[in-house]
C-alpha cells in the first residue's frame, strides 16, 4: 500500500463530505479561472491585433484610461504621419454598439477606420470586398459576426439607428475583430455625429536596421505627448506603447480587479471550507491518530497524512473546478449577450494560477488541524472516547 | 518487594519513576523501580487506577514521567532524539480494543506502521503477509476489520505490533475483549512469540489465569508496585 492510497482510504470514509469539500474548492477556483480567463483572454486579444499589426504606440486622449471614452481631433494623424520617425498611422472611432441580433440587442464593437488604410492589411476578405475611399455607409462584418447575424454581402444592418450595406465578410485572426464591424471612419463619425473627431490612433515607426528601435519609439512619444495646437495649448494626447496601453485600459484593469477580488473572497471561503473539513475530521480522529502515534508514527508524518488529504481534496475541487471554469466560458459564447467578448478559451497560465490557488486552499486548510493533530499526547488520545 | 535492577542485563529500567498528572491530585505512579529483562514476559496486575498503563505508557515513550527516568537498553529514553523514532523502531503496542483502522484490509493495516521504515511497497506488502501468515491470519489478508471476529481483529493489531520487529512488545489487556476460546488463542500467540522468537512483552490483565501464562507478575496498587514474583509453573506449560 502506498502511502497516498492510505490517504484516499481515508478520504473515501466520509465520501459525502469530501465530495462537497472538493465542490467548494472547485467553485472557488472555478469562478477565478473563469473570471480570470475571461480578462487575460480579452487583454490577450487586445494585444495580440496590435501586435499582428506591428504596431508600436497606441494614442489616446490624455488623463482617459479608455479608447472607448477618448475624443481626439482628427487632425493630429496627419501631424503625427509627417514626422520622420513614423511609417504608419491608423486613426479609429471605436465604440462599443448595441446591435439588434435576432430580436436581442447585443453588445458589438464597431470600429469606424479609414479604407485603405493599414489596418485593413491584415484581414482576409472571404466574400465581398474591402471598403474604398469613397464609401459611404457600407461595412464589413467578421466572420462570427456573419454567422451570429446570418448576414451576407448585400444585406443590411443597423448601426446607430442607421441602415448600413454589408459590402464584405472579412476573416482575422483577432477574436474581437472576428466578433466585429467595420465601417469606413467618415461614415461612422457621420452617424455618430462626431465630425473630424476619433477615439485614438495607432503609429508604426520607421525600423531602419541598425537603429535603437526603443529610442525611436520613446522619441515618438515624447512628441506626441508633447504636440500643442494651434492656439499653442497641449493637444492632450497620451501616446503609449501598445503593451503600456493594454496594461492600462480601464475596461481590462476593471475586469482584471474584479477577478482578483473574487478570487480573493474565494479563496477564504474556500479555506475556511477546507479547515472545517479537516478540523472536524481531526477531532473525530483523535484514538485513531494517537494509535497512529503509538505505533510510531512521527508527528511529521501525522501532519502529511492530514495536510495530505487536504491537499488530495484540493486537487480534486482544482480538476472539477478547471472543467467547471471551461464549462462557464463555453456557454457564455452560446449567449448572445456576451459572446462576442467572451472567448472560450483559457490561457494556461490562468489554470496554473486556478491549481496554485487550490494547493494554497489545501494547504492552509489543512497545516493548522494537523498542527492541532500533532500537538496531542498520544497517551491522552487512546482515552479519549 | 522490587528486584534490585541490574542496569546491565535489563531491557527497559525505571528508576524512581513518578507520575503525577496536571491537576496534581492523582499520584498516578509514585517511585516505581522496575528491571524489565531482555526476553522475559512479564504480566501487570492490579485494580483499576492502580497505575498499570501510566506504566505501560510511560515504558513505551506514549507519556511522560513527571519524575525519575526511563533507560532503555541502559540509556535513558531522553537520549534519543525523538521518542517517536524510539517507539518505532523499538515498540509493538497491542491494545484491548485494536485500534485497527477500519477501511483497511488486514494486510494493509499491518503495512501502516512501515510507512515510518525504509521499506519499499512490495517489502511492506511481502512483510505484513508473512505476518499475518504467523498469526495464523494468512487466510483473511484482505479482509475489513469489521467483517472479522475479535479474534481475528487482535491476531492482525498483534502483527501489526510486530511490524517494525520491536524489542519490547507493550500489550493493554489484550485478552479484554476476548472470549474464552479467542483468549486462550492469543495467549497461546504471545507464548510462542515468546518462547520461539525470545520477545521480551510486559501484558497488562486483570486476570489471574492470564497472568499466570507468563513467567513473572508484578502487582500494583495505587502508584506503587507492591509485589513482584516469578510464576512457578505447575500445571500447564506456558
Redesign the interface.
Known sequence: ???TT?LL??L??RKVRSLLTAFGVAVAVGTTVALLGISKGFENSTLQSFEMRGVDIVVIEKDVLDQLNSNIDQKYVEVVEKMPEVAKVGPALVNLEAIDIHGNLTPVFVEGWEPGGYLFEHLEIKSGRRLVKDDGRVCLLGEAMAQKTEKKTGDTIEITGEPFEVVGVFESGNFHENNAILVPLAAYQEVQVRPGSITGFSVVVNKPSGTDIDHVIKTVINKINNLKGEDGRSARLSARTFADYAAQAMHLKMAEAMALMTSTIAVIVGTIGMLNTMIMSVMERV??IA?????????S?VMRMIVGESLMLSLVGAVLGVAGAFAITGLLTTLPQVSGLVQAEIADSVILIGFLMAFLVGLIGGVYPAWRATRM???EG?RHE | MNKSPNPHRCLVETRKLCKTYPDGRVNALIDVNLCIRQGEFVAIMGPSGSGKTTLLNTLGALDNPTQGEVLFEGKPLGSWGSLDVFRSREIGFVFQAFFLLPTLSALENVQVPMFEGDLPVRKRVERARELLESVGMGHRLNALPPKLSVGERQRVAIARALANEPKLLLSDEPTGNLDSKNEAEVLDLFCDLHRTHGKTMIMITHSEEVARRAERIIRMRDGQIVADDPVVKTSRAG
Open positions: 500500500m502506498y502511502f492510505f482510504k481515508n473515501l470514509r484514538r485513531e494509535t497512529l502515534r503509538a505505533i510510531g508514527w512521527r508527528k508524518r499526547q498520544p497517551s487512546l
